[in-house]
């Protein structure tokens, strides 16, 4: 048992984290930047040390300071929430080479699916169906044309290294390929200082659907059914749910089955994500994510477990705390990201909170860091605040939604709340009827105009 963990993350992750901690009786260490010592992550975890200046490749991205904080502290895992160094193999290296223990998979599942040729390589062979594409990486435009004439067009250029929608771009046609091809590399270059890129056959109106999966490092897996986050912006999610309101139980059965055995096989430890985009009743692995995701809430609400308790019991030794006929789903779940920007353009818009206030009542959890008087800082992501509501289904949680959006107030900074007040009066949305283009293709038509 562990008796402190150190949480390597700020903002809502960081708390989600430490009240995990405090339920199973482990004290929590908060590391945070000079520009966070205000911040909620502090005041809320037992102990808190500063390991850096503002700048997050000085302070969250520095694993001699965090390995240096744990050793200060006394703390015996390291939880790396989302980001930062959740999916860094070499700094999981570093943290077992102190004799500590990294709350997540071992370095090498990090490594082989953070490199996304290896990874769908990797899921092929496990019988896992991926997206039709390149035999590994592409090295040329004149190859890449020729892949794009064997597939026929569109097709998309992806970056192995990639992550957080960098790196991608689509040719529509032989003629925008150079183009394509040059941008996605020249991106991937500047981001992770990699620029190999590899290409697949662009679906036209997909629903990305993920899996959540556990597993024990032992060969024991099991899967908590989908979640669906096709509501994107710049391939990026601002609204998840789960259950998927398009997929069948037996289709669940089947492609769960399929994923928990590829994670059992793996012997793969701790919460992972194999995410999909789902066209046609047909499913095609893109990626996985070998950590907790943001939307982890909605499976929560669907299943009545904690996924950081599990993780943190699984990094201890132990074997997961449910089988598979454990797990039912139980109503449906939504999540909405609250980021501080402005709407429409989605600019950034960092500032002192000058009023706050969450919504409550039954079925709604909100997971945030911010508080009264809180100025949120710059240098970090916009994320802000993730509203989740659970009903007994779809309808009763777009309610709960609905009704809570509106006892939500974050004065001060502009935020995302008036993009879910306008989404809440689409029918697409209110019937489920959308796929991974449906928003920007919605904010094309400028519908805060007449506001
Ligand atoms: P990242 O790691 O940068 O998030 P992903 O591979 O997970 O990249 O893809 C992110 C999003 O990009 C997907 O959810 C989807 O919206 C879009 N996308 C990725 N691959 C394809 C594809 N082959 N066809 C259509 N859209 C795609």
Request: glycine content about 22%.
């Given at each position: 048992m562990f008796d402190k963990i150190l949480i390597a993350n700020r903002g809502e992750i960081a708390l989600r984290v430490i009240r995990a901690c405090r339920e199973m009786g482990i004290a929590s260490v908060a590391v945070h930047s000079t520009a966070d010592a205000d911040a909620m992550h502090v005041r809320m975890a037992d102990e808190s040390i500063c390991i850096g200046p503002a700048s997050s490749t000085d302070s969250y991205l520095n694993p001699a300071a965090i390995i240096s904080a744990c050793e200060i502290t006394g703390a015996q895992a390291i939880h790396p929430g989302?980001?930062?160094?959740?999916?860094?193999a070499r700094f999981v290296q570093m943290v077992e080479d102190h004799g500590l223990t990294f709350i997540g998979p071992s370095a090498q599942h990090i490594r082989v699916m953070g490199d996304k040729i290896t990874a769908k390589d990797t899921m092929k062979e496990l019988g896992v169906p991926c997206v039709p594409g390149?035999?590994?990486?592409?090295?040329d435009v004149e190859a890449a044309k020729q892949i794009g004439r064997d597939f026929g067009y569109p097709v998309i250029i992806k970056a192995t290294?990639?992550?957080?929608?960098?790196?991608m771009k689509v040719a529509n046609s032989e003629a925008e390929m150079e183009r394509a091809f040059q941008t996605a590399r020249a991106e991937s270059k500047a981001a992770v200082g990699n620029d190999e890129v590899y290409l697949e056959k662009y679906l036209q109106r997909p629903r990305h659907i993920e899996i959540q999966v556990f597993g024990d490092g032992k060969g024991n897996a099991v899967h908590l059914g989908e979640r669906d986050c096709?509501?994107?912006r710049r391939h990026q999610k601002v609204f998840e749910e789960a259950?998927?309101?398009?997929?069948s139980e037996e289709e669940r059965a089947r492609i769960g089955a399929v994923c928990a055995k590829a994670v059992g096989d793996l012997k793969y430890s701790g919460a992972g994500t194999i995410e999909f985009l789902y066209e046609d009743g047909e499913f095609y692995f893109i990626e996985m994510n070998t950590r907790l995701q943001v939307e982890h809430p909605v499976t929560e609400a669907i299943f009545g477990v904690d996924l950081v308790r599990e993780q943190i019991r699984v990094a201890e030794?132990?074997?997961?705390?449910?089988?598979?006929?454990?797990l039912a789903i139980n109503g449906h779940a939504i999540e909405v990201r609250i980021n501080a920007e402005k709407v429409p353009n989605f600019s950034p818009c960092p500032g002192k909170i000058t009023q706050y206030h969450a919504p409550g009542g039954l079925g709604v959890r909100m997971d945030s860091a911010l508080y009264q008087g809180y100025s949120i800082p710059?240098?970090?992501?916009?994320?802000?605040g993730k509203l989740i509501v659970h009903g007994r289904d779809r309808n009763e949680a777009l309610s709960r939604l609905n009704r809570a959006l509106g006892e939500l107030i974050v004065d001060g900074v502009d935020t995302t709340i008036p993009l879910f007040h306008a989404l809440l009066q689409e029918d697409d949305v209110l019937t489920g009827?959308?796929?991974?283009?449906w928003l920007e293709k919605w904010l094309a038509k400028d519908p805060f105009s007449a506001a």
């Open positions: 989302y980001g930062f160094m959740s999916e860094n390149s035999e590994g990486g592409v090295p290294a990639g992550g957080g929608g960098r790196g096709s509501l994107q259950p998927g309101p398009c997929i030794g132990y074997t997961l705390s449910f089988g598979q006929d454990d710059p240098y970090y992501d916009s994320l802000i009827d959308y796929n991974i283009h």
